[in-house]
T-cell receptor, first 110, second 117 residues
Framework: TQLLEQSPQFLSIQEGENLTVYCNSSVFSSLQWYRQEPGEGPVLLVTVVTGGEVKKLKRLTFQFGDARKDSSLHITAAQPGDTGLYLCAGGDNYGQNFVFGPGTRLSVLP | EAQVTQNPRYLITVTGKKLTVTCSQNMNHEYMSWYRQDPGLGLRQIYYSMNVEVTDKGDVPEGYKVSRKEKRNFPLILESPSPNQTSLYFC????????????????FGSGTRLTVV
């Protein structure tokens, strides 16, 4: 089973700052990003499938590496509502090895 | 509203007492899955179902059973719960999937926090 690495593990920033979190592993066919708030289930933010793909969701920018071995999530002007656990998840073309990463726990202080 | 509904949200039980956690989705999704989430171990797949009457083991199936008699429901059964099954459980669904992977992103339920004493 392949593993996903996410960094940093924890991140605490002030409101208004920018940040980037990372997800790395072997080659994926597609990759998903989720945000999970305490006591709730993860909520899908985006799915990326094409190497080099960039998707934007308001202040969130998601990038999939050209070789599909890594992905990043950039948040511009973070707000307290962005606080949560950010998870990446991915697998190969054959439905094997789909796993979730350990997550980055983000805290945005007012 | 499109959603995955799990019940109960919280459950405390004793070792060996059979229990069922229900899961229902209203999105006509083919693919459903159960995960458990533990500190330091993240989300791990227990069982998945690619369609009605089609279920298979995920990464941590020991001590669990599932059934998929109809498309919308995917209950998780613990025949004889033990303390190491204390965890936060999530049911999730996706439009379709292959083996252990959803083709599309998951819609997750709100979770069931289970404590086995």
């Amino acid at each position: 089973t392949q593993l996903l690495e996410q960094s940093p593990q924890f991140l605490s920033i002030q409101e208004g700052e920018n940040l980037t979190v990372y997800c790395n592993s072997s080659v994926f066919s597609s990759l998903q990003w989720y945000r999970q708030e305490p006591g709730e289930g993860p909520v899908l933010l985006v799915t990326v499938v094409t190497g080099g793909e960039v998707k934007k969701l308001k202040r969130l920018t998601f990038q999939f590496g050209d070789a599909r071995k890594d992905s990043s999530l950039h948040i511009t002007a973070a707000q307290p509502g962005d606080t949560g656990l950010y998870l990446c998840a991915g697998g190969d073309n054959y439905g094997q090895n789909f796993v979730f990463g350990p997550g980055t726990r983000l805290s945005v202080l007012p | 509203e499109a959603q995955v509904t799990q019940n109960p949200r919280y459950l405390i039980t004793v070792t060996g007492k059979k229990l069922t956690v229900t899961c229902s989705q209203n999105m006509n999704h083919e693919y459903m899955s159960w995960y458990r989430q533990d500190p330091g171990l993240g989300l791990r797949q227990i069982y998945y179902s690619m369609n009605v009457e089609v279920t298979d083991k995920g990464d941590v199936p020991e001590g669990y059973k599932v059934s998929r008699k109809e498309k919308r429901n995917f209950p998780l059964i613990l025949e004889s719960p033990s303390p190491n099954q204390t965890s936060l459980y999530f049911c999730a669904s996706s439009l379709s999937g292959l083996r252990g992977a959803p083709y599309y992103g998951y819609t997750f339920g709100s979770g069931t926090r289970l404590t086995v004493v």
